[in-house]
């Protein structure tokens, strides 16, 4: 697979969505981000901007993702926003990459837990690198210790504004192993 015929999916935020992105471009890789009215993106190379009706197809019910992600979110409608924004960053990349924390539940702790509970629900090759113990693991029905590759052309990098070194590291050796080889 070449580097050239890949699409990077995300949102554009500052920490893990923005080094996925400058990543990419570093590899010829094409990013699209996907955004809404009002959003502050800390990267905005080719945003698309979503309309309401666009939001609306990945409306979701806060108490339901509440639920499923056994943590409270609350009505508001930035947090719907970019729920919905993330439904679009999954539906549209295949591959999901992620970077956060694995919690004792199996969720992934944050906003990026939603693109991590999409991954599973549409049953997407799902990756985590788990800032905590500083490894990359793969949804197989539990999380796995893995090393995975970028192996489609369509992928979704997300995950937490708070990016450690080794979360950096983890992104840049990711697609290192996945272009270089």
Not at 73 to 87: G, M, P, W
Not at 104 to 117: E, R
Not at 135 to 151: F, L, N, V, Y
């Amino acid at each position: 697979m070449e580097a050239g015929n890949c699409t990077l999916y995300s949102g554009g935020l500052k920490g893990a969505e923005s080094v996925f992105g400058e990543t990419a471009e570093k590899y010829g890789i094409t990013e699209v981000i996907y955004t809404f009215e009002g959003h502050k993106l800390h990267r905005d190379i080719n945003s698309v901007m979503l309309s309401e009706a666009d939001l609306q197809r990945g409306d979701i019910s806060m108490e339901l993702a509440s639920r499923m992600l056994n943590r409270s979110y609350y009505e508001t409608e930035k947090i719907r926003k970019v729920l919905q924004t993330i439904f679009h960053m999954v539906n549209s990349g295949y591959q999901i990459f992620v970077i956060g924390a694995i919690l004792d539940d199996q969720s992934v702790k944050g906003g990026t837990g939603w693109a991590v509970q999409l991954g599973k629900m549409f049953n997407r090759p799902l990756h985590v690198f788990d800032q905590t113990t500083e490894k990359w693991c793969t949804w197989r029905g539990a999380w796995e210790e893995d090393e995975p590759h970028i192996s489609y052309e369509t992928f979704v990098g997300s995950g937490t504004r708070y990016l450690s070194d080794a979360g950096r590291t983890a992104i840049e050796a990711l697609f290192a192993r996945s272009f270089n080889g």
